[in-house]
């Protein structure tokens, strides 16, 4: 159910004039709904009822700390792929113990920071992974959790660049080495082998492959059993796909009886890491029309929004419903139009081919744009990312200002002549003369 609904020819989230948000806010502006966050993520932890599990918020798909501090205080854990997430956790009033660290990646820096804070389980995705978690652990006398990404080599049938669980990809460890990988974890004093773990995709819209890759885990599981390997936890990733226009997701119920019937009297504790599932349909990206534009009977809604501030169109060719927050102006029909952003870029769209009965000054409403929209924004062209709302029922709050060229440029350095304040060579490489 989407929280947001037309009243009197004017869309409102929740009971909040979207209109409103944006003449108090100005665009582009990114507005979530709280109430539709919770809905969610009590529907996903209902559907596994009485059998153990934790529901680990992916925070990547939507990082705001507003957004991981209402999850907290619901009880949600939380999956996270970097130093920054965690210290994000942390200053949400996130509980460490709650916390799984995924990513093929991690630095000696992410693994120290993790062991002190005391996360529940790293999700080691190398045997070279597996070893320098091992020597950090040593280093700092704490017992690192650690439960194996293994990479059950399904197709999820999702957009390629958001498909992980393919032998092909870079994520996790073959199915065929996880065996002699735990036996390694195991004999060592400074890993404890909690569990096991695979995310084998985003956005999937039908159950079949999330079955297919809990068989083959189980199967991992049982053999490793019968090693005298015993795990606590199944950890099953996240990636349940939404309604963006016709896909027709199964529901969250269906997700967990299919999972559910399939491990029969098992009793280790299930781990989810759902993103888009919990927060995509809580958000809306606001977007006003500077310019129309006829080239050569191609018409462009030039809007103030762009690829920068929601890459998923340009990046993989994603659609999102677009529509206007108000009425049409008298006499304005519907057209159909590209809605193009002001970046310099043939990619910076938000929507092809649309039919909408918008002029300049209008604003629109993107739609879904909760997951994977402001995270993966950018300063491109010398942009000021956007602004960010809260709203619960009849209330609205700022959870991130708008940013300002002065932040943008805090950070950078005028030369001067010469490069004067610069190092040498012989000082980069360590002589102090
Ligand atoms: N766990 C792991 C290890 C992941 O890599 C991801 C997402 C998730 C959980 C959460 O997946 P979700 O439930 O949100 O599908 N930027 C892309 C999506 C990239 C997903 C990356 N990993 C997009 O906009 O579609």
């Not at 909760?370 to 950018?378: C, L, Q, T």
Request: hydrophobic content about 40%; glycine content about 10%; aromatic content about 6%.
């Amino acid at each position: 159910m989407s929280p947001i609904t037309r009243h009197n020819g004017e869309l409102h989230i929740e009971e909040v004039a979207l209109a409103a948000l944006a003449e108090r806010h100005g665009t582009p502006l990114y507005v979530y709904s709280a109430d539709s966050i919770t809905r969610r993520y009590r529907a996903f932890t209902d559907a596994f009822g009485g059998h153990p599990h934790r529901v680990c918020y992916a925070v990547k798909a939507n990082s705001n700390l507003a957004i991981l501090e209402l999850l907290a205080r619901l009880g949600a854990g939380f999956d996270i792929v970097s130093g920054g997430e965690l210290e994000r956790v942390l200053r949400a009033g996130g509980d460490p113990a709650s916390v799984v660290f995924s990513g093929v990646g991690k630095t000696v820096a992410e693994m120290e920071a993790a062991l002190t804070v005391g996360v529940a389980c790293f999700n080691v995705e190398s045997k070279a992974e597996l070893d320098r978690l091992e020597a950090v652990a040593r280093r700092l006398g704490r017992i690192a959790p650690v439960s194996l990404r293994v990479n059950p080599d399904v197709d999820a049938a999702t957009h390629p660049y958001i498909s992980t669980g393919l032998k092909e990809n870079k994520f996790g460890i073959p199915v065929a080495d996880a065996p002699e990988l735990y036996r390694r974890a195991a004999v060592s004093d400074w890993l404890d082998v909690r569990g096991i773990d695979c995310h084998i995709g985003s956005q999937l819209t039908r159950l079949a492959p999330f079955v297919d890759a809990l068989d083959r885990i189980l199967a991992i599981v049982d053999a490793l059993e019968t090693d005298g390997i015993t795990l606590a936890h199944i950890d099953l990733g996240g990636g349940l796909g939404v309604r963006y226009g016709d896909e027709e997701p199964p529901s969250v119920a269906a997700y967990a009886d299919a999972i559910l019937s399939r491990l029969g009297n098992r009793r280790e504790t299930l781990l989810f890491e759902p993103g888009r599932w919990l927060v995509a349909e809580a958000g809306v990206f606001l977007t006003r029309v500077e310019y129309v534009k006829e080239n050569e009977g191609r018409r462009f809604l030039i809007v103030d929004g762009a690829m920068n501030d929601l890459l998923r169109p340009a990046l993989y060719n994603s659609w999102h419903r677009i529509e206007l927050v108000g009425t049409p102006a008298a006499g304005q029909q519907a057209e159909e139009a590209d809605v193009v952003g002001p970046v310099c870029e043939s990619s910076d769209f938000l929507g092809k081919a649309r039919r909408l009965a918008a002029q300049a000054g209008d604003l629109l409403a993107v739609h879904t744009a909760g997951a994977y929209g402001f995270g993966m924004a950018s300063n491109y062209n010398s942009r000021n990312r956007a602004a960010e709302v809260l709203v619960q029922g009849d209330r609205a709050l700022l959870v991130r200002r708008r940013e300002t060229l002065d932040d943008q440029l805090a950070l950078e350095q005028l030369v001067g002549e010469g490069l004067g304040g610069g190092i040498t060579a012989r000082q980069a490489n360590g002589d102090s003369r």
